[in-house]
């Protein structure tokens, strides 16, 4: 017993989007789809239902490592990627699982490649966004930065040195660096003991 075509949408000028009545869907080649005489609502065989599958999973495979190619990224990252890319769930999940078996994709390195990078630029509540944004959780952030033993302190030290504050700014130049400061993700309380050590900062 074969597989029915429930639909057969355009995707592209190259590729058509094929869903299946088992719920499984993805882009073929429209030369795929001619070779193959797939149309909506036809039966196809189960053998060549496996080796259109079979395709799906190689081409979703290298679409995912010619995103890795130029950069790292998440799980979550590739994920959504492929999605838009019009594959099911069930070929995501079987590239992610090819991907992390063959060390491709590693959420925990790249959090901490970004951590040590990043450390002496953000504070502990902008890295914690910054890697979110990457789709790695705030658990995992926290836990890597107690590894690592981030001092955010330093962080703060290298912005303020960076930004050119010191005891010479007015009142107005004091509490715009104070309000930008705090907008980096550092604490009033941090940034005021740090630039109480100017001469009546505040």
Known sequence: MGIYISSIEKYNNKKQLIRWDNGIYYPIYNSMKRSNSLEVGIEVDDDVYEELY?????????????????????????????????YCPEIIDCVIDY??????????????????????????????????EKGISSDTVLELLEEIEYDESVALDHIISKKGYDANLDDKQKQKAIRYLMSQGFSYSDISSRLASFDDFL
Do not use: F, P, Q
């Open 54 to 86: 079979k395709k799906a999973v190689i081409y979703a495979k290298r679409r995912a490592a010619y995103l890795l190619k130029d950069m790292d990224r998440s799980i979550r990252n590739l994920c959504t990627k492929l999605k838009l890319d019009g």
């Open 99 to 132: 991907l992390v078996t063959h060390k491709w994709v590693d959420d925990r390195n790249l959090a901490i490649n970004y951590i040590e990078y990043n450390k002496h630029r953000y504070s502990k509540i902008m890295l914690i966004t910054k890697l979110k």
